[in-house]
Each structure stands twice: as structure tokens, then as C-alpha cells.
């Protein structure tokens, strides 16, 4: 009875190894899953990071024909003002609007704003950190970035100013 | 000894404060969009009259500014969260400062040939 040592229930393989040295790498940053929504909110922050940095740089090597006079920049307008262009900036207004209301909902949780009291770490030992309202908070960030390209989409495609 | 004499915590406040301030920026850089039809608001002429209101000019300068700081830092902060040695620090910070620094002189040409047409 009782439990047997790992090596005796299991042949030891390359994941194994690698999630025991607790050296998961880029993988273990990505890998959604034995998570909640928080891992779901802590990778779509970062992912949303560094594409509207991509994009704030490729926004400025964008606007800066306008220094080589209206025909560059008429040829530039004419790359990214298609339809494909304003699907990209659809993408890029709901990245924004989740990353904005997901990053304030981090200030506050790094304020201590919304994380409860600390409590006895009981039975299922959920933390209470990870509540209702941390939650919330990231349904409300995915629910405002549909609205604004929703938006977006109508002042792009439509007649909305 | 670290590169930067700024503590972590120090700069996550910059982190932060560059953040909340860029996204009220950026609101009134999305607005000077909106105030017309929006393929007409992109026309040579009307951005061309956008860069020569200096209040205009002030706002695109800060945002190039404050979204350098925090979009830069943003991935420090997620590369040093992937590997952690006092040389990846050190390297890391380095490249992401210069990347800043020439984001930021490569906006502020245009902002400064703009406002001159």
C-alpha cells in the first residue's frame, strides 16, 4: 500500500525532466492549460504588448512618409487603407482597449484593490486572491474590447464618424 | 551592480504612470480622427494642418514618448521574465534602451519635418 516512488510508476521522459527542473521556457509561458482565466488574462496581456508595439512602430515608419511629400504619402494611405488594413486596425483597436482595461485592473491588483483579505489556505485551496471581481475584470476587458471594434469596425466600414 | 540605479519598483511606477497617461493621450490623438469622415481626416492636406497646431504637435511628441517608455519596458520586463542572469539583465536592458532612444529620435524627425511643410 501507499504511494510508490515516481521512478517506479512511470519511465521518466524529456517532459518529465524538463517540468521537474521546473524549466518549462517559452513553452510553460504559453501553455493555457492546469490554469484559470488569470493565465489566460497574464499571456493575452503580454501577447497584446508586444503586437501594438509592433504596431506603434510600424505606425511611426508608416506616418513618416508623410515627410517625403503627398505622392509617398498617398502611396503609403493606399497600402494600408484596404480592407485587409482595416481588419489589421480592428485587431489592433481590441488588442488596445483589453490591454488598457486589463492593465488597469493589474494597477489596482498591485495596489491591493480587489484581492480580499488573506485567509487559511483550506480545501480545495483556492486563492482569494483569484475572485469575483479579478474575474470580472477580465470578462469586462474582453467584453469592452468587442465593443470598441464593433465600433471601430462601423466608423471604418461604415457611415459612423 | 545593476545597470539602471532605478529600483524595480521605481520603474514598474513609470511602467504604470506612462501607461494611464498614454492611453488619455492616445484618446485625443484617435479623436483628431474621428472629428470627420475617417479616410477624409487622413488626407496629405488635413494631416499635414494637424502638425501645424503646436498643442497638436506637443500631444504626438508626448505619446511617442510615453508609449517608447512603456512599450519598451513592457518587453523587458517579459524577456527577463524568461530567463534570468545578471548578463541577459544587462544585455537586455541595453538593446531595449537604444531601440527606445532610436524609436524616439526616428518620431521626433518626422513630428519636427512635419510641423514644417
Known amino acids: 500500500m501507499g504511494i510508490k516512488p515516481n521512478s517506479e510508476n512511470n519511465s521518466s521522459t524529456g517532459d518529465d525532466i524538463r517540468l521537474k527542473s521546473g524549466r518549462e521556457g517559452l513553452m510553460g509561458w504559453l501553455n493555457p492549460t492546469r490554469y484559470g482565466w488569470e493565465r489566460v488574462s497574464y499571456w493575452l496581456q503580454r501577447l497584446t504588448g508586444v503586437g501594438l508595439l509592433i504596431y506603434f512602430i510600424g ?13 509617398a504619402w498617398n502611396s503609403m494611405l493606399e497600402l494600408t487603407q484596404t480592407t ?25 491588483t498591485e495596489s ?12 480545495p485551496y483556492d486563492a482569494t486572491s483569484l475572485n469575483y471581481k479579478q474575474k470580472s475584470g477580465i470578462w469586462v476587458a474582453l467584453l469592452l474590447a468587442t465593443i470598441a471594434m464593433l465600433y471601430g469596425g462601423m466608423v471604418m466600414f461604415g457611415d459612423v464618424t | 551592480m545593476p545597470l539602471l540605479k532605478l529600483r524595480e519598483s521605481q520603474i514598474m511606477k513609470i511602467h504604470y504612470l506612462t501607461g494611464i497617461c498614454a492611453v488619455f493621450f492616445v484618446a485625443i490623438h484617435i479623436l483628431f480622427r474621428l472629428i470627420m469622415p475617417f479616410g477624409q481626416s487622413l488626407e496629405f492636406h488635413n494631416v499635414v494642418a494637424n502638425y501645424h497646431n503646436i498643442y497638436y504637435v506637443i500631444l504626438l511628441e508626448l505619446i511617442l514618448v510615453f508609449i517608447s517608455i512603456h512599450g519598451f519596458n513592457g518587453l523587458r520586463i517579459i524577456l527577463l521574465e524568461l530567463k534570468q542572469n545578471q548578463w541577459w539583465e544587462s544585455t537586455i536592458t541595453i538593446l531595449v534602451l537604444a531601440a527606445m532612444i532610436g524609436v524616439i529620435a526616428y518620431g521626433t524627425r518626422t ?3 512635419g510641423s514644417q511643410l
Open chain 2, 111 to 113: 513630428i519636427i519635418i
Open chain 1, 112 to 123: 491591493g484593490i480587489g484581492i480580499g483579505r488573506p485567509g487559511r489556505p483550506d480545501y
Open chain 1, 84 to 108: 485587409g488594413g482595416h481588419i489589421f486596425l480592428l485587431l489592433v483597436i481590441g488588442a488596445s482597449t483589453f490591454h488598457t482595461v486589463n492593465g488597469l485592473r493589474l494597477i489596482f
Open chain 1, 59 to 71: 505606425h511611426i515608419y508608416e506616418t513618416s512618409s508623410l515627410v517625403n511629400g503627398i505622392n
